[in-house]
């Protein structure tokens, strides 16, 4: 009888294995600290072969940031449903966003805490995802406006820097979520939606706070 052939793995899949333990071990150690052999022995494959098919740790890393960032952007997209009102749509991206970050720890270290600090290449693909995520969480702030007041009186830039400022926030919330035990993605949704909702209410209804001189 003639040997077995057995099936070869895809190319595709075999890339998502290295990419999933390239995860763990960046996420969990850091990009330094993290090297080939341990990405190889956790994915099950050669060494070699993660070069072959990733060229090198910076590509590999830039990888793990692409895919994760991807992930995170089309949680949030699919969760919220342009046809329920604007405050149920900021409820249903927020409660997304946490449950995906808890959900996915080291992703979220590797987007949140690890690409950040190791150079401006791996920084500006990270600043791509918070500027998308910016970008969405602001026009549903201008939604909201629009909902409130024919003619919102909330400036351009105002609504900017509430966008930028949920976002920052939820970024906190979701690194501090994940480092403290028994607090869950719903918990955490409703802080953040308690706390922006209530300031967001009042300047839809021209309650904004004043600074006194």
């Not at 075999?14 to 600290?33: S, W």
Request: hydrophobic share 45%.
């Amino acid at each position: 009888m003639g040997a077995v052939k057995t099936k070869r793995m895809p190319r595709a899949v075999r890339e998502q294995q290295m990419l999933d333990a390239a995860v763990r071990i960046f996420g969990q150690r850091g990009y330094t600290a993290a090297s080939m052999d341990d990405i190889a022995e956790l994915a099950g494959v050669s060494k070699p072969l993660v070069y072959l098919y990733l060229n090198s740790k910076d590509d590999l890393f830039t990888a793990v940031i692409r895919r994760e960032a991807a992930a995170l952007i089309q949680a949030v997209r699919d969760a919220v449903d342009p046809a329920r009102p604007v405050d149920q749509r900021l409820w249903d991206g927020l409660l997304a966003f946490f449950t995906h970050t808890s959900r996915n720890p080291d992703a979220w270290s590797v987007l949140h805490l690890q690409a950040r600090t190791r150079g401006e290449r791996f920084a500006g693909e990270v600043a791509e995802l918070r500027a998308e995520m910016v970008t969405f969480v602001t026009r549903l702030i201008a939604v909201a406006a629009r909902e409130a007041h024919q003619d919102p009186d909330l400036a351009d830039h105002e609504v900017a820097g509430l966008g930028e400022a949920l976002v920052g926030s939820a970024e906190s919330l979701a690194t501090w979520a994940n480092a403290t035990e028994g607090v869950t993605a719903r918990q955490t949704a409703v802080t953040l939606m308690n706390f922006a909702w209530a300031g967001l209410g009042n300047l839809m209804s021209d309650q904004g706070w004043s600074a006194r001189t």
